[in-house]
C-alpha cells in the first residue's frame, strides 16, 4: 500500500542560501537519487544534482530564479517532490488573506509507511515556517488594497441588506434603473481597478510574497529594505505634521 500527503503552504517565504541548503540537505538524507532544478524569469531551467551550483549561480535580473524543485527518490513506492514558487496572478488582486490565494511552496510525498511520509512532511512545513517574515510583512505581501476596499464594501452592504430585512431601517430608494446601476457598478469597479494598481504593485515589489536571497537578489533586497524606510519615514512625517497643524489650527 502507497501513502500520498500532500501539502501547500501559503504564507510568504524568505529563502536565503543557508535555509535552502539545509532543505536540500534534508532531503538528501531522507532520499537517495536527489535533484534540483531552478526556473528562472527568462524560461530557462536549471538542472543539478549539486546544491552548490545554484547557491553559486550569479542570479541576476534578467535571468532571475524564480521558482525551485527539488525531487528526492529511493523507489517508485518512496518519493518526494518539493518547490518553492513565486505564483502571481496577472494583476495583484490576491484576495488570499485569509481566503487562501496562491501558494508559495507545495511537497507530495510518496510512500509505503506512513509515518514517515507525515514526518518528512511536517518536518518540512516547520522548516518553511520557520522562513516566515514577521506577521506585518506577511500580511502585506498577501492582501491588496483592492482586496481591502472589497471586503469593506461587501461587509457594509452585507450589513445593511440584513438591517432591511429585519425591518432595522427602511430601504432606500434610488433614481437609477437596473441597467444604470448595472453600469454604475462596472465603472466604479474599473476605476478602482485603475486607481489601486499602481499601490498594489509597488506593494508587491516592497513586499514579495517569496524572495529567494541568491546571488544578485541579496543586494536587490537590501535596496528594496532601504525604499520600504524611507516610505515608512515620510508616511509617519507625514502623519506628525498633520496632527500638529491640526493643533495649531484649533489653537489659532
Known sequence: MKFTISKEIKHAILIDENSLNDLFKFISEKYEKVEIIAKCNDGSLLETKDIKEILSFENPNY?????????GRNSPEEKLSFSIIN?????PISLDFPFGGPSTAECTIVSEKEEIAKFNSDKLK????????SFFYDFLARISLLSIIALFWGTTSMIYWVKVFFGII????????????FSFIVILIIALIVITYPFDLLRQWLFPKVFLLLGKQKKNM?????????????????????????????KI
Not at 87 to 91: S, T
Not at 170 to 181: L, R
Not at 233 to 244: D, R, T, Y
Open 63 to 71: 535571468r532571475k530564479i524564480i521558482s525551485i524543485t527539488i525531487t
Open 87 to 91: 505564483k502571481f496572478p496577472p494583476y
Open 126 to 133: 516547520q522548516m518553511l515556517l520557520e522562513l516566515k517574515p
Open 170 to 181: 427602511p430601504k432606500t430608494s434610488s433614481n437609477f434603473s437596473g441597467i444604470e446601476a
Open 222 to 250: 537590501k535596496t528594496i529594505q532601504n525604499y520600504r524606510t524611507i516610505i515608512f519615514v515620510v508616511l509617519i512625517l507625514g502623519m506628525v505634521i498633520s496632527i500638529a497643524a491640526g493643533l495649531l489650527l484649533r
